[in-house]
């Protein structure tokens, strides 16, 4: 008999096709945590996007699930330690996400130093009167090319973030859980402690996943280690204190902010939307490209049909889970 597999978004149609190989599928689109609790029973496997939050109460229900597989390199929307504790196998992409990701990141960089986004609106308003008011008014643009980049996690996305920032010429300095040695040798990457890559760096990019330990680790206290300086996040909303950050830019202490994350989304005002020149600002898509959405749906059907047919995928979040409910317990294929 074939696992029973639950899709809960609209996935590409070429990773369903693989996944129908192996398994009987079932769509329940962007159901309510009730809707989930009440039909997650039947499933031994769950494919979730960041759009479908997987609480602790949805996981009680779960009798007979083994595997939530998340389409996407972020996890936050799903209550990893309540699956660890009933041994069901979480899991994440990379790949060409990350690739998306780093692209966006250095393209958010660049709106951000060149005043891109702002200069369109200015266009598009019929406001350019004359090339000496557009001389007087931007002559203090900055390139990002000279500057030295701080990196916040190197992970896959970091990686591609400092391989393209180094193609600008840029400088790039890095903190990270651990060191990664083998970006040091291949961008000339330097590793600093937290608060000392703050202090170095022209510009910060954050590429750090949403864990207890990273909520808020740009606070008003490290923004003040940021006067004058430009920061970008790629990586979640909880990474930064928005009011210290609205606080930074209003006292003129942070030169700009880019973001493609909120604490809390999705947003229809904010204070920060009045900053036009000092902010750049983006609805969470930059993972959103028909390159990365297919690839991704592909990993996330391996991921799931790894952990059914008892193996531990390199992707596995949990790993500690193999010590609660090895794989041979949930092998099904």
Known sequence: ???????????????????????????????????????????????????NPVPREVIKKAGRLKVISCHSAGYDHVDVDAATEKGIYVTKVSGWLSEAVAEFAVGLTIALLRKIPYTDRLIRS?????????????KDIETVYGKKVGILGMGAIGKGIARRMKAMGTEIIYWSRSRKEEV???????????????????????????????YHIINEERLKLLKGKYLVNIGRGTLVDEKAVVKAIEEGKLKGYATDVFEKEPVTEHQLFKYEWETVLTPHHAGLSKEAMEDMGFQAVRNLLAVLRGEVPDTLVNREVVKIRPPEKVKML
């Not at 590793?191 to 000392?196: I, N």
């Not at 022209?202 to 330990?213: G, M, R, Y």
Request: glycine share 4%; aromatic share 10%.
């Open 1 to 51: 008999m074939k696992p029973e597999v639950l899709v809960i978004f609209k996935m590409k149609s070429k990773p369903v096709e693989e996944l129908k190989k192996y398994a009987d599928v079932d769509f329940l689109l962007y159901p309510s945590v009730e809707e989930l609790a009440e039909k997650i029973k039947d499933y031994d496997g769950l494919i979730v996007s960041p759009l």
């Open 184 to 214: 040091e040798a291949e961008v000339g990457a330097k590793y600093f402690p937290l608060d000392e890559v703050l202090k170095e760096s022209d510009i910060v990019i954050l590429a750090l996943p949403a864990t207890p330990e990273t």
């Open 126 to 138: 019929g406001k350019w009167e004359s090339h000496a008011m557009i001389w007087s008014a931007f």
